[in-house]
């Protein structure tokens, strides 16, 4: 006996895996069940207890842990990895080939673009004075641009750009945009003299753990991501 719940107007691609007490189509508050349209790509593999809520278009090869909760209104590309009790609240941007680690919070309205790499319990903010009157009107998430790394238990905070493969340290507040390629470190998070790619392994194991790699940045956007996520046909 199947244990999970799918509710109308949901479209999932073949080669689904889906856990137990799994939710799809979730309706926000103020909608009824199967009012907005809910599409998930090829192959996926939903683990046990995640939430996907209604409104929702993600690309193929959707990997959620245990535990994952995803909001209403976001646009994913293909190959997102998110790990167990990871959150992903509503309108956010999500580029291909992105990984989410255990426990992180991506607020409303970020952008991660393809190639970004989120650790363990990191959290993006979305407002900057929490309770204030005007708060919802000035929601802006920030963007995390293609290949940039977010170190374990970082906090960035709203309206920021941190930069193509640029390197938020492990528990970096940051508070100011943060250039591409740069490694930013502490809180509030300073701009270190090192780049991403000058980065040495101290195990000795390889010469660079990060290279540039131009060519495979130039090829993907987010843009493209969304404008091949409106052809839905791919989806069956
Ligand atoms: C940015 C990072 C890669 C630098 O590591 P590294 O290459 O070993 O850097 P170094 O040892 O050369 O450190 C340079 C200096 O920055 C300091 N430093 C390193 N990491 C720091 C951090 N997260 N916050 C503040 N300072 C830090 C070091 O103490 C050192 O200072 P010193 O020169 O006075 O001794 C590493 O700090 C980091 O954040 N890695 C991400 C870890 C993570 O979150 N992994 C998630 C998957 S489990």
Redesign the pocket.
């Known amino acids: 006996m199947s244990t999970y719940k799918i509710y109308p107007n949901v479209f999932i691609g073949e080669g689904a895996v889906i856990g137990d007490y799994v939710i799809i189509g979730e309706p926000p508050g103020d909608h009824q069940p199967g009012e907005m349209r809910t599409v998930i790509g090829k192959n996926a593999v939903i683990r046990s207890h995640t939430v996907i809520y209604a409104g929702n278009i993600i690309g193929d090869n959707l990997q959620t842990g245990h535990g994952v909760m995803i909001r209403e209104n976001n646009v994913i590309g293909d190959n997102l990895k998110i790990w167990s009790q990871a959150n992903i609240y509503h309108h956010v941007r999500i580029g291909n080939d992105v990984t989410i ?1 255990m426990g992180s919070g991506i607020s409303e309205f970020s952008t991660l673009e393809d190639n970004a790499w989120i ?2 319990r990191v959290i993006t903010t979305s407002v900057l004075h929490p309770g204030c009157p005007k708060a919802k009107e000035c929601w802006k998430g920030p963007t995390i641009r293609a290949g940039a790394v977010i ?2 238990n970082a906090v960035i905070l709203p309206d920021l750009e941190v930069g193509r493969k640029a ?1 938020v ?4 507040v940051v508070t100011k945009s943060v250039p591409d390629h740069k ?1 930013v ?2 809180s509030p998070a300073r701009i ?1 003299g090192d780049t991403y790619t000058s ?2 392994c ?1 195990y000795g194991l390889i010469d660079k753990p990060y290279r540039e790699d131009e060519t495979e940045l130039a090829q993907t956007s987010l843009q493209n991501t969304i404008s091949q996520l409106g052809g839905l046909g791919r989806v069956k």
């Open positions: 680690h650790g363990p170190g374990g390197f340290s492990a528990g970096a490694i470190f502490g270190a980065l040495s101290p």
